[in-house]
């Protein structure tokens, strides 16, 4: 009996004069997958002296165990684990706790968006005139992305949808028209320049209309010395009524107004004080970058290459939930980017789901299923940027290599930022240069630095 189970097993490992290398490969990956398990709870161990490892298993573990944690309540540091998926985990240490709380208040901006009334007072203040130059310039501009789509051949795509064009009409409509950037107020005694003083208390009437801070200047001309308050409006009604402001006013405003064009709109936070507005593009698929301040129209690079800003987060806000979309902005975070440290990544995570979950909630199955699918492309076009940063990376260590250099030669060069003084813009660190004023550097006669 021994005698045929071997030759049966011969013969089947011999067919027709091949090995089957199967056992012996199979033999192979287990200890390989045996090993790099070891060396993970080595690395985790070493990282975190003082608690315990995320696995536990000899060396003789098989490959087909599954790895037990021996404390559940303290999760292993990703850092030591840059492997392994990251795994959301609730924030528990002050600093998350802190993160948590600002994004989770971040997070209501937009939500004021679905309003119907003020919905209603958006579009009452673009004005039938100008929503009727608008929809005729999208018009056109469609008509034009359809023909040209038609020349380059019969079933080619227009670069932008009917739905874009009107967003990229209103854009131009809000910064050449609408909107009034404010770098000092003007004395509203003698309409002189001011001085900035520094900052005031916001008074009952400023609070009501969602003004957190004030900012408070003096008239310049000696024999007036007048003060002037600049409240800074988080209400977008109060905005709307004011029409200035700077980038935070801007961004705010102008997410309202796309919302209420038909645009399903993002409110996008970063961490070095900017924010700026996301629209979603059916034609695309895709989340595209829209700074109303300087007239921007999907150029997700213009603050790490045109401004030469440094960014650590950038965190989508919307009516569905949120994102971190800092990979769209930060394409290369050893140069482009600054330390992450408000939370460890898991918790962000973590954070970002909770909001999801909890704007998602009320949503039929259809429609969080769509919302899924969104997401999973998203999350590969934010993967994908990684792989273009590394590329990128690796051609620049190959100087004979022509086409890379070619590519990098005919690139479109991206614009230091306009809007602002340019002593506003310096002491930012916004405009485009290495050196120069960097970040924190006070300028008596300028808005402060903190002011988007």
């Given at each position: 009996m021994a005698d045929r189970k071997s030759s049966s097993r011969g013969a089947s490992r011999h067919h027709h004069g091949d090995f089957d290398a199967t056992d012996l490969t199979n033999r192979f990956e287990q200890l390989l997958s045996t090993k790099r398990l070891n060396d993970l709870a080595n690395q985790s161990r070493s990282s975190r002296s003082n608690s315990p490892s995320p696995f536990h298993h000899s060396s003789s573990q098989s490959y087909s165990s599954r790895p037990t944690s021996t404390n559940s309540s303290v999760p292993p540091s990703y850092s030591s684990l840059r492997n392994?998926?990251?795994?959301?985990?609730?924030?528990?240490?002050?600093?998350?706790?802190?993160?948590?709380?600002?994004?989770?208040?971040?997070?209501?901006?937009?939500?004021?968006?679905?309003?119907?009334?003020?919905?209603?007072?958006?579009?009452?203040?673009?004005?039938?005139?100008?929503?009727?130059?608008?929809?005729?310039?999208?018009?056109?501009?469609?008509?034009?992305?359809?023909?040209?789509?038609?020349?380059?051949?019969?079933?080619?795509?227009?670069?932008?949808?009917?739905?874009?064009?009107?967003?990229?009409?209103?854009?131009?409509?809000?910064?050449?028209?609408?909107?009034?950037?404010?770098?000092?107020?003007?004395?509203?005694?003698?309409?002189?320049?001011?001085?900035?003083?520094?900052?005031?208390?916001?008074?009952?009437?400023?609070?009501?209309?969602?003004?957190?801070?004030?900012?408070?200047?003096?008239?310049?001309?000696?024999?007036?010395?007048?003060?002037?308050?600049?409240?800074?409006?988080?209400?977008?009604?109060?905005?709307?009524?004011?029409?200035?402001?700077?980038?935070?006013?801007?961004?705010?405003?102008?997410?309202?107004?796309?919302?209420?064009?038909?645009?399903?709109?993002?409110?996008?936070?970063?961490?070095?004080?900017?924010?700026?507005?996301?629209?979603?593009?059916?034609?695309?698929?895709?989340?595209?970058?829209?700074?109303?301040?300087?007239?921007?129209?999907?150029?997700?690079?213009?603050?790490?290459?045109?401004?030469n800003k440094k960014m650590s987060y950038c965190i989508a806000f919307s009516i569905d939930g949120a994102t971190d979309v800092t990979r769209r902005y930060v394409r290369n975070p050893a140069d482009q980017g600054l330390d992450r440290n408000k939370a460890p990544e898991e918790v962000l995570l973590y954070i970002t789901n909770e909001i999801k979950k909890m704007r998602r909630e009320t949503l039929t199955k259809d429609e969080k299923r769509r919302l899924i699918r969104e997401d999973e492309r998203e999350d590969k076009e934010l993967r994908g940027y990684v792989v273009q940063a590394l590329t990128s990376e690796i051609e620049k260590m190959i100087p004979t290599s022509q086409s890379s250099s070619h590519a990098r030669s005919g690139e479109q060069k991206l614009p230091a930022r306009q809007t602002g003084a340019a002593a506003w813009r310096q002491a930012r660190g916004e405009t485009g240069h290495t050196n120069g004023p960097r970040p924190g550097e006070p300028g008596s006669d300028q808005p402060p630095r903190e002011g988007h």
């Open positions: 392994i998926p990251k795994i959301a985990t609730p924030p528990q240490d002050p600093s998350s706790l802190k993160f948590r709380n600002l994004l989770l208040t971040l997070s209501m901006t937009p939500l004021k968006y679905e309003n119907p009334g003020l919905l209603d007072e958006a579009l009452e203040a673009i004005g039938q005139d100008a929503l009727s130059r608008i929809y005729g310039e999208a018009e056109e501009e469609n008509e034009f992305l359809q023909a040209q789509a038609a020349s380059i051949g019969e079933n080619q795509r227009p670069e932008w949808g009917y739905q874009d064009c009107v967003i990229r009409a209103l854009l131009r409509w809000f910064k050449r028209s609408f909107m009034t950037w404010v770098d000092n107020p003007r004395c509203s005694v003698c309409t002189s320049p001011t001085i900035a003083v520094g900052m005031t208390p916001p008074t009952q009437d400023e609070k009501a209309r969602g003004a957190v801070r004030v900012e408070l200047y003096r008239c310049s001309t000696a024999e007036c010395q007048a003060f002037e308050r600049f409240p800074r409006y988080t209400d977008v009604w109060a905005i709307l009524q004011s029409r200035r402001g700077r980038c935070g006013e801007w961004a705010n405003c102008f997410s309202m107004l796309c919302r209420a064009v038909g645009g399903r709109v993002r409110w996008v936070w970063n961490k070095e004080d900017h924010v700026w507005t996301e629209v979603y593009s059916e034609q695309q698929k895709r989340w595209i970058h829209v700074d109303a301040c300087e007239e921007a129209w999907d150029t997700p690079r213009l603050y790490s290459e045109g401004w």
